[in-house]
Structure formats: structure tokens, C-alpha cells
């Protein structure tokens, strides 16, 4: 086995400067193509996105699941008289969950924020500021109305595996 100086490996043969140069030039380019492929998640058209504005929580329900699927119980939250707690979705793709309690001065607290993409007709996802990702099923969308859903994994009395899904009954 042989080294050389001009080796870019042990035991391999010289190479030169120019060959280097050129090996790093198209190493360079293809991982530029690489970033700027395309982005697989569709982006929601800015008109047609249905679901921006001020919806208010009407109430929101919880549905308990074991890892079979089978609902164990369900529970209703009605919104309490004097609280004022909705979802703001922007057409920049943005959205924060704010509260305002009866008598609150000073402005809403924002519970959470985060960013959405439209997904489908009937599905979008909802991305946290702590980076969590929810995938989220529109189950009724009209001018007045919208419900949506999102499930996630949890583990009841911290053994028993199952799912919590969150239907969210929302208003104009």
C-alpha cells in the first residue's frame, strides 16, 4: 500500500487539485438541488382557505379510546358563561388560541400558537411552537360552523395504552 501526498485516500492513486475541485463542485450543486426540491405538503391557496377568521369554542368534546379502538367513555365541555375562548386562523398560515375571561382587563391570554397547513378539502395540520404536530380532520366546515377533530396517543392511568380524540365545535 502506497501513500502519497497528492492521495486523497491510502493506497489509492494521485489525485489532483483539479479533480478535487470538481468532485466538491458537483457535490455542491446536487445538494443545492437537493434543498430546493419541491415541498410534498400542498400549501393552502390563500383565497379559498375556508377555514381563517374568529371561530369561538362553543364546546368541545373528548372521546376515550383503548388501543382497539373501542370507546371507553366520552365527555361534553360546554364553554362556561363568561369565558370567551376561540381559535384565530390567518390567512398567513398562522393561528393562536386565545381566552378571555369575564371581566379580564388588559387583553386575551393566548393559550397557544402555532402554524396550520390545509392539508386536503377535509384535513389540515396544525404545527405547535413547541414543534408538535397535529393532524386534524374537518368534519363540518360552513360560514357559521366548524368542527374539526385530532386524536392522540396517551396511556390511561399511566399503564393502558389508548387515544384521546378532541372534537372541537367551533362558531362564528
Known amino acids: 500500500m502506497s501513500f502519497s501526498r497528492n492521495s486523497l485516500f491510502v493506497g489509492t492513486r494521485p489525485v489532483n487539485n483539479r479533480s478535487i475541485k470538481t468532485l466538491f463542485f458537483l457535490i455542491a ?7 430546493c426540491r419541491k415541498n410534498s405538503t400542498p400549501v393552502s391557496p390563500l ?3 375556508k377555514i381563517s377568521g374568529k371561530w369561538r369554542i362553543d364546546s368541545l368534546v373528548s372521546v376515550f379510546r383503548d388501543s382497539t379502538g373501542n370507546i371507553m367513555s366520552t365527555q361534553l365541555y360546554p364553554m362556561q358563561a363568561g369565558v370567551n375562548y376561540y381559535f384565530q386562523f390567518n390567512n398567513d398560515g398562522t393561528w393562536s388560541e386565545p381566552v378571555t375571561f369575564g371581566g379580564t382587563t388588559g387583553g386575551d391570554l393566548n393559550a397557544s ?3 396550520y397547513v390545509i392539508t ?3 384535513a ?5 411552537a413547541n414543534n408538535q404536530i397535529f393532524h ?11 368542527v374539526f377533530n385530532r386524536s ?3 396511556l390511561f392511568n399511566g399503564t393502558k395504552p389508548g387515544t384521546i380524540e378532541r372534537i372541537f365545535i367551533l362558531k362564528k
Open 29 to 35: 450543486v446536487s445538494g443545492f438541488f437537493m434543498t
Open 120 to 122: 386536503s378539502a377535509t
Open 152 to 154: 392522540y396517543p396517551t
Open 124 to 128: 389540515f395540520d396544525m404545527s405547535y
Open 136 to 146: 386534524c380532520n374537518i368534519t363540518r366546515l360552513t360560514s357559521a360552523s366548524f
Open 47 to 49: 383565497p379559498d382557505n
Open 113 to 115: 400558537n402555532g402554524s
